[in-house]
């Protein structure tokens, strides 16, 4: 069974930096992807951002390019995500998702859709302050 421990949450002031962690175990293959999804109150969910395990190939949505970080460690099966010069617009509960594939994989450029991952972690809240 596949599951995804999502943590580094909290409350962090505009212009501050926060880093999110998902822990995955259960994984089978080694060829996955990871990503993070944001929902804000009231809002739909929307990607931030996602990392192939098979080539490092990652995805930025247009709000957290040049700010966000995606990383990946492979013999952790952790990925973070480093957010730095938070705006209040990135509040919401932030979830990792991962699905895994017998064969290599790559992130397009367009990021992959909620519905192609299969496994969800609990999510974490991030509240920036203006």
């Known amino acids: 069974e596949v599951q995804l421990q999502a943590s580094g949450g909290g409350w962090v002031e505009a212009g501050g930096s926060l880093r999110l962690s998902c822990a995955a175990s259960g994984l089978t293959y080694d060829d996955y992807c990871i990503g993070w999804f944001r929902q804000a109150p009231g809002k739909e969910r929307e990607g931030v951002s996602s990392?192939?395990?098979?080539?490092?190939?990652?995805f930025y949505a247009d709000s957290a390019k040049g700010r966000f970080t995606i990383s990946l460690d492979k013999a952790l099966k952790t990925v973070y995500l480093q957010m730095d010069s938070v705006k209040p617009k990135n509040t919401g509960v932030y979830y990792c998702?991962?699905?895994?594939?017998?064969?290599?994989?790559?992130?397009?450029?367009?990021?992959?859709?909620?519905?192609?991952?299969?496994?969800w972690g609990q999510g974490t809240l991030v509240t920036v302050s203006s």
């Open positions: 990392i192939s395990s098979s080539d490092g190939s990652t």
């Open positions: 998702a991962a699905s895994q594939s017998p064969r290599t994989i790559a992130v397009p450029s367009r990021g992959l859709p909620d519905w192609w991952y299969h496994e």
